[in-house]
């Protein structure tokens, strides 16, 4: 059976897309991986990333979600702040319609992504409520990525809207907690954003877990560290 699926939600209004890896038949049953990109490019950009995923452990034994936000690939609309987490939304709406129910769902936010994962995680008036959060290279706010004078291109919408407060977010979060940040990540600091927000999370030390990658820089961190490493680190953290 094809395990590569391409899907289509509504998100408001508009038509956005997305990419599931897996067994459709399945997902009722499956754990699955809901992928937050980053804001640099779309699902083709990041597809690497989402077969990485679908090969921890076993080739698609988690089932893997992507979506394209609204303005992102063949995604319809204008990206803003509110729509990620719309967007988001409706994939697991999408999830949640396949059988999925929320003890089986992990939300990976990747930079742009660490917001909607983490609103959804924390505020938990989704359709579905993550029972895992696993954060790449975040931001802890866009006013510090501002102070910070980062490189990292964003929307101009994205400035212009409420601030995202990432750092904020996560004091609300109680379920496990997997970080991953490299440490010369030139994009977002690993010391003024990742690391603040690693502390600031709300849940048990014990059931959070950090991965600082020497050397890697924002979009390197897999092949930094090591392709088994990284898989190794996921799946360890998947079945606890």
């Not at 396949?98 to 992990?106: E, I, K, M, N, Y």
């Not at 742009?112 to 924390?122: D, E, M, N, R, V």
């Not at 924002?218 to 996921?234: K, N, Q, R, W």
Request: proline fraction near 2%; charge should be negative.
């Amino acid at each position: 059976m094809d395990q590569i699926h391409e899907i289509t939600v509504q998100s408001g209004e508009e038509t956005i897309y997305g990419v599931y890896t897996g067994d459709l038949t399945t997902i009722n049953q499956d754990t699955v991986i809901m992928y937050c990109h980053g804001n640099t490019g779309n699902i083709d950009y990041y597809w690497t990333r989402q077969k990485l995923l679908a090969n921890v452990g076993s080739k698609n034994r988690f089932g893997v979600l992507m979506i394209d936000y609204k303005g992102y690939g063949k995604s319809e609309g204008t990206p803003s702040e509110g729509g990620l987490v719309e967007d988001i939304n409706a994939g697991l709406g999408w999830l949640k319609d396949q059988g999925l129910t929320s003890d089986r769902l992990v939300i990976y936010g990747f930079s742009l992504g660490s917001y909607p994962s983490t609103y959804l995680s924390a505020v938990k008036n989704g359709t579905l409520v993550p029972s895992k959060l696993i954060l790449e290279a975040p931001f802890a706010s866009t006013r510090v990525m501002v102070n910070d004078a980062s490189k990292l291109s964003m929307n101009n919408n994205y400035y212009t809207s409420t601030d995202f407060e990432v750092a904020d977010l996560i004091r609300d979060v109680e379920q496990p907690f997997l970080w991953l940040h490299g440490t010369h990540d030139a994009f977002l600091s690993i010391k003024t954003h990742g690391e603040i927000v690693y502390k600031n999370y709300g849940g048990s030390a014990s059931d959070k877990t950090a991965v600082r990658v020497d050397g890697a820089d924002h979009s390197d961190l897999p092949t930094v560290y090591g392709f088994d490493e990284y898989i190794a680190s996921v799946l360890d953290f998947l079945e606890k």
